[in-house]
């Protein structure tokens, strides 16, 4: 299997518990927006204590970056890789993941599930193909909206937030349900980018199906 040790270039704070880490890139190393590695603390009780992560970067950048949400509320590797700093080691691996582009559609993210949109959003912005792609993001709070204002600059209006524990005038509130999903997509035959809580993907391709979407323009994390 293959595995590099890397360096933390910069840790940056994002929202109030999400975190962007960027790593030194291992000469060679290549993914594809949407793809993600198994990530390590080089620290020898967090070393075998791996997790999987979302590449937000381009891959022409002489850097890797990831996004992450640290739990704090338990002592887990997010937590840890929280309390770090420029200097210190992560342990990366193979590449993997299957969420990638496919074509024109509807991305469908909950919390930190936005993470393997984050690079290809960032790549389609680069190639001038946004189109007419859009990004209906599931959140408890506006606090936890990631990367809210450059979405806001890639999508314009095709960048729909709703919001679960909290109203606002700016933002759509409750759930993904059905009906919203009914009201936000339109044609069906669309490309379907699925990321989030298990319950939450779980639930999603179910009422994608409900409302006529067939298998083959849904495309989820497995």
Known sequence: MEQHIVKILDISPLTHDVRRIRVEKPAGYHFEPGQATEVAVNEAQWKEERRPFTF????????????????????GVTKKIGSLHAGDELIIHDVWGAIQYKGEGTFIAGGAGITPFIAIFRQLQKDGKIGKNQLVFANKTS????????????????????????????????????????????????????????????????????????????????
């Open 56 to 75: 937000t970067c381009l891959n022409e950048d002489p850097y890797l970056e990831f996004t992450i949400k640290v739990y704090s509320d338990h002592n």
């Open 143 to 222: 606090a936890d909206i990631i990367l809210k204002d450059d979405f806001e600059a890639m999508l314009g209006k095709n960048f729909i937030n709703i919001l679960s524990n909290e109203k606002t005038d700016e933002y759509n509130y409750g759930m993904i349900t059905k009906d919203y999903l009914k009201e936000k997509i339109g044609d069906v035959s669309q490309n379907f980018y699925i990321c989030g809580p298990d319950p939450m993907v779980q639930a999603m391709q179910e009422n994608l199906k409900e409302l006529g979407a067939t298998d083959s323009v849904i495309t989820v994390e497995v």
